[in-house]
């Protein structure tokens, strides 16, 4: 699948698709908004999906251990 063909589908398609792929290890962080730049101001929402892969404290960590990380990188 080329990127082009990416751009006819709707992102929670996408997301959906990921998360059933049994290949697919990791979580998912969307804006809830779904926002259409990367610039903003204030407080935004987030959802984070994971699959049967991770058990909730299993991506817990995962997520902290990239949260350090990028913390670190500042």
Same mark, same amino acid.
Not at 18 to 40: C, I, M, P, S, Y
Not at 45 to 54: D, E, G, I, T, Y
């Given at each position: 699948?080329?990127?082009? !063909? /990416? @751009?006819? *589908? +709707? =992102?929670?398609?996408?997301?959906? !698709? /990921? #998360? %059933?792929? =049994? =290949? *697919? ?5 969307? +804006?809830? $908004? @779904? +926002?259409?730049?990367?610039?903003? $101001?204030? @407080?935004?929402?987030? +959802? &984070? %999906?994971?699959?049967?892969?991770? $058990?909730? !404290? !299993?991506?817990?960590? #995962?997520?902290? &251990? &990239? ?6 990188? @500042?």
């Amino acid at each position: 699948m080329n990127p082009r !063909e /990416l @751009e006819l *589908f +709707a =992102t929670q398609d996408l997301v959906d !698709e /990921l #998360l %059933r792929r =049994t =290949t *697919f290890q990791g979580v998912v962080v969307q +804006a809830v $908004d @779904e +926002a259409k730049n990367r610039h903003w $101001d204030g @407080e935004r929402l987030f +959802a &984070v %999906r994971h699959n049967a892969n991770l $058990d909730t !404290e !299993e991506a817990g960590r #995962l997520l902290d &251990v &990239v949260s350090q990380y990028i913390a670190s990188r @500042e």
